[in-house]
């Protein structure tokens, strides 16, 4: 099993360009979460889903666009990018029902914005 | 809405001493409750969890959290310290009632020192 992977590794942005983050997971996971990374602030979720179709905001959503058309991928969008959006992304997966509490972290997109 | 506090940025420990990271945690239901450990450029990894059980839970590496309902805390700990040690150290929270909405606490440092 590849686990959660996601792409890029790095990508710099313009402000106000779009760009979408990929995340694929290979375990059968219903849920599937996007969380950012930013110095003093801990991981704070974007966007979670429960299954596919299903999807929810978390604690920052505002900028963000997620869906989920399959179990396996849950791709980000950011819909024009804003210097705040400077970050470092994590997807992570986990089983649904009584197993969901582990949850499996990829390794991560470094995003800039100019 | 749950919420988790990590109230030390920093713990620096001496090799082979005890060491406890604190996290105090607040949900409107039952807690499950997470430690998660991140290595410099890396994903996030699984340590240990609380579920229900004992209030002494053990993990990886070593380590071991204990479970505290009236003080609402889930302190990481280990007898002994290693150099190896030495990341950055994530406590996470989910409300039973919340399925896969997993909140993060902003982070502790850990420096073991030789």
């Known amino acids: 099993n590849a686990g959660v992977t996601q792409t890029p590794k790095f990508q710099v942005l313009k402000t106000g360009q779009s760009m979408t983050l990929q995340c694929a997971q290979d375990?059968?996971?219903?849920?599937m979460s996007w969380y950012r990374q930013d110095p003093g602030m801990g991981l704070r979720l974007i966007h979670y889903s429960v299954g596919a179709g299903i999807t929810d905001q978390g604690e920052v959503p505002n900028g963000y666009n997620v869906s989920r058309s399959t179990t396996e991928d849950f791709p980000l969008r950011l819909l024009s990018a804003a210097p705040s959006q400077t970050s470092v992304y994590f997807c992570?997966?986990?089983?649904?029902?009584?197993?969901?509490?582990?949850?499996?972290f990829g390794p991560g997109t470094r995003l800039l914005v100019l | 809405a749950q919420s988790v506090a990590q109230p030390e940025d920093q713990v620096n420990v001496a090799e082979g001493n005890p060491l406890t990271v604190k996290c105090t945690y607040s949900?409107?239901?039952?807690?499950?409750l997470f430690w998660y450990v991140q290595y410099p450029n890396r994903g996030l990894q699984f340590l240990l969890k609380?579920?229900?059980?004992?209030?002494l839970v053990k993990g990886s590496y070593g380590f071991e959290a204990e479970f505290n309902k009236s003080q609402t805390s889930f302190h990481l700990k280990k007898p002994s310290a290693l150099v190896s040690d030495s990341a950055l150290y994530f406590c996470?929270?989910?409300?039973?009632?919340?399925?896969?909405?997993?909140?993060f606490g902003s982070g502790t440092r850990l420096s073991i020192r030789p």
């Open positions: 375990m059968n996971h219903e849920y």
């Open positions: 992570a997966s986990s089983y649904g029902g009584g197993r969901q509490e582990t949850q499996y």
């Open positions: 996470a929270v989910r409300d039973s009632s919340s399925a896969s909405k997993i909140i």
């Open positions: 949900v409107s239901g039952n807690p499950y």
């Open positions: 609380y579920i229900t059980g004992d209030n």
